[in-house]
């Protein structure tokens, strides 16, 4: 079975002192990223940043929905805090730092992935595959755990979902058995990436809508990548939206009424405008850089329509905005709009 299935200890996080431990209460920080930056060896030996300066946190029983573009480093990110990067790349700067709870034995860090196929093993049968990812202490009252797993994920025939192979499920129904597979471990986070990607749009909000009951309901700690931010106003409670490797702009979820950076605006106009009728959608002109050929400054000034001298000079600084938000945009980020 592949490494990536079961929960594990967040290899690339490191337990840390200022964090309490024991079971952490709704809202407490669980694990921390301060200034990560990822990156991997170019021909000629240089450094080529992928992700650079990120800092987020996760608290449990709540959601951060990563956004942007595709590229824009959210799987990067995410693979870095369970040190499950890509061979050749490397975190180059910045501290992952997590709870102690989180990294005990079975209380770590699940993923769940676009492609049940890099979870579910075509060969076993997926009650096995579910039992495997436990913790000994669960191991002994299997059965009974592994009914209440695939229950908890939605299925009214525990028995007979427990009895199939992957592929005698359907896409939706596949990615629900890769939910109870991370949730076996029991993991105090869940990454989830693209996890509704390949799945047609109602089994999408029906699998986004359990991931965040079951958020609610076990105290867990998410983080869920998507493009779809019609999903994200809905489900998710805090939201960092990416650019070229950066963090750009973040805050609850309600700053995608009123964004502020020209980037998530944009972002935010190229989304179809169902409710007022299909007009024509309104991207954001230009492309998203190639790695290596990032501009100097702010990564978003070449396709930006506000974009000014210093945009183009010196990266933009992170600034509060109130409400718990912050933007890294020295035209936006100054105070007014
Ligand atoms: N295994 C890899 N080897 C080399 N480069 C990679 C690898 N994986 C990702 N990259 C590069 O790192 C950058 C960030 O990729 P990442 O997969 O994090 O983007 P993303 O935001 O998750 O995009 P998407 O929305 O398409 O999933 C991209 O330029 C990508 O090409
Ligand atoms: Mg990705």
Redesign the pocket.
Known sequence: MSAKVNTMGAAGARPDAAFPSGAPRAGETVLSVEGLCVG?RGEGGSRVP?VEDVSFELRAGRMLALV?E????????AAALGGLL?R??SVDGGKIAAAPGILRAGRGLAYVFQDPGQCLDPVFRVGRQIVEAMPRADRRRSRERLAELLEQVGFHEPERVARSYPHQLSGGMQQRAMLAMALAGRPRILVAD?PTTALDVTVQARLLRLLADLQRKENLAVLL?T?NLGVVAEVADEVLVMYAGRAVERGPVSMLASPRHPYVEGLLRALPRLERGAGPLEGIPGQVPA?GRRPAGCPFHPRCALARAECRERVPEWREAGDGRALACWVRGGGGR
């Open positions: 991997y992928v942007g595709s590229g824009c480093g959210k799987s990067v990110t890509p050749g790349m693209e990548i493009h790695l």
